[in-house]
């Protein structure tokens, strides 16, 4: 099955600087690529996503990028607020129903 | 528009009794269903998913179960509860042929 790997597992930034998690996988035949964000308490939820013919994909400060070849994508957070502060979560798609999910990462905005 | 309802939302066990999580999806049909577990500040873990009424797949042997009774309708059972089994429940949902899920908001099941 997928093993998949988050790092790092806790990340803290300034206010405004931009953050960056990255995620690995095993499964060569993954086709796509979601982050979920998940708020304490709360339900996980979709925050953005590529598909294996894309390379990067932005959505305001919000960006994901994919290196197929390396097995790797990576969620990129720019000019970070307060509000960002969550558990992201990676889930390369293994076979044609399953998200894997990665461990997570806390991220933490520091005023 | 598509939604999905999950319950009960908070729940408290004793070991031993048994257990019975519901779902349901409205706004579709066909969808792939999913229940995940989540133990506290841990990712999440996948445990059943089905593509069809009757149709269930188990990907972690343990004393859960899952069915599938009516298209848009998931449950979670269990016979006996252990105290192994606390955690934050998720159903999810995606179209047949999607690639997004989108969760329910959960259910915090405690063991005691």
């Known amino acids: 099955g997928e093993n998949v790997e988050q790092h790092p597992s806790t990340l803290s930034v300034q206010e405004g600087d931009s953050a960056v998690i990255k995620c690995t996988y095993s499964?060569?035949?993954?086709?796509?690529f979601p982050w979920y964000k998940q708020e304490l308490g709360k339900r996980p939820q979709l925050i953005i996503d590529?598909?294996?013919?894309?390379g990067e994909k932005k959505d305001q400060r919000i960006a994901v990028t994919l290196n197929k070849t390396a097995k790797h994508f990576s969620l990129h957070i720019t000019e970070t607020q307060p509000e960002d502060s969550a558990v992201y979560f990676c889930a390369p798609r293994e076979g044609a129903q399953k998200l894997v999910f990665g461990q997570g990462t806390r991220l933490t905005i520091n005023p | 528009s598509q939604t999905i309802h999950q319950w009960p939302a908070t729940l408290v066990q004793p070991v031993g009794s048994p257990l019975s999580l519901e779902c349901t999806v409205e706004g579709t049909s066909n969808p792939n269903l999913y229940w995940y577990r989540q133990a506290a500040g841990r990712g999440l873990q996948l445990l059943f998913y089905s593509v069809g009424i009757g149709q269930i797949s188990s990907e972690v042997p343990q004393n859960l179960s899952a069915s599938r009774p009516q298209d848009r309708q998931f449950i979670l059972s269990s016979k006996k509860l252990l105290l192994s089994d606390s955690g934050f429940y998720l159903c999810?949902?995606?179209?047949?042929?999607?690639?997004?899920?989108?969760f329910g908001e959960g259910s915090w099941l405690t063991v005691v």
């Open positions: 590529i598909r294996s013919n894309v």
């Open positions: 499964d060569s035949a993954s086709n796509y």
């Open positions: 999810a949902w995606s179209w047949s042929s999607g690639n997004t899920i989108y």
